[in-house]
């Protein structure tokens, strides 16, 4: 579980609530018909803008980001690194082992495809195809959650309208006026709230998990190439690290 934007958003909502009781009392900012133009109305534009197998996907996608730690690539190095010494002391054959055992779909192919004897050219074009792939359901997933954060505000501003209106035919009620006008921005309130809370917050997590991903995978990929290519064991580790920033590096133990 990703403990920081967990924090994060409860830390920010703990504030606007904290503020919201300073001032008044929380009923006064719950209306329903706001609620349901905001949140309805967003996911129903977004089903019109894309697919629904996209839409689920994004929704799985967003969560996992949120819960979810990001892979590691130091994990990733230290484990090529065992592979590549026990290939050397058993042969390639070992590995078929350590495909069977291992939970990562990506590493597992690709150990299975260097146990079975293809070329090291074939396993790598299969192997950054697949990353290609990855790379654009990823962006696919992002692009859902940057579209919540864009349609919230704009359901939020036709609620506030569709309140402004009614509000403009209760005129001869001056004792109606205060009441509405107040639905008429909570609508703007909670599209605020559904964009800048929600859905930029999550496809910035993704867009940023997608990378992270994307480089562990890219270890992964190019360890096994070396494993295949029979390279030292502690080349092949530092010439993954020198791909990575300091802190996402893999230190043997002396």
Do not use: C
């Not at 018909?33 to 967003?42: C, E, F, R, Y």
């Not at 559904?194 to 940023?208: E, H, R, Y």
């Not at 070396?226 to 230190?251: K, W």
């Amino acid at each position: 579980m990703d403990l920081a934007t967990l924090g994060g958003l409860a830390l920010t909502v703990g504030l606007i609530v904290a503020a919201i009781l300073m001032g008044s009392s929380l009923i006064i900012f719950v209306d329903v018909p706001s609620l349901a133009i905001v949140v309805g109305g967003t996911i129903g534009v977004i089903f019109v803008g894309f697919p629904a197998g996209t839409v689920i996907s994004a929704l799985k996608a967003g969560k996992a980001a949120v819960l979810n730690k990001a892979p590691s690539t130091q994990d990733a190095i230290q484990l090529l690194s065992e592979l590549s010494n026990r290939a050397r002391r058993e042969g390639l054959l070992s590995l078929e082992s350590a495909a069977q055992e291992t939970e990562d779909d990506f590493m597992k192919r690709g150990l299975l495809m260097v146990v079975d004897g293809h070329e090291a050219s074939a396993i790598e074009e299969v192997l950054f195809e697949e990353l290609d792939k990855i790379e654009e359901r990823h962006k696919q997933a992002a692009s859902v959650w940057d579209a919540i954060g864009a349609y919230g505000p704009a359901m939020g501003m036709i609620g506030t309208l569709v309140g402004l209106v009614q509000m403009l035919q209760q005129m001869d009620d001056p004792n109606a006026i205060g009441p509405a006008m107040a639905v008429a921005l909570l609508t703007t309130f909670y599209g605020s709230l559904l964009a800048n809370l929600v859905g930029i917050p999550i496809a910035n997590k993704l867009k940023q998990r997608s990378g992270e991903e994307l480089a562990a995978k890219g270890v992964v990929a190019q360890g096994l190439l070396s494993i295949l290519n029979g390279e030292n064991p502690r080349f092949m580790v530092d010439r993954l690290n020198a791909s990575l920033a300091p802190h996402e590096r893999y230190e043997e133990a002396a």
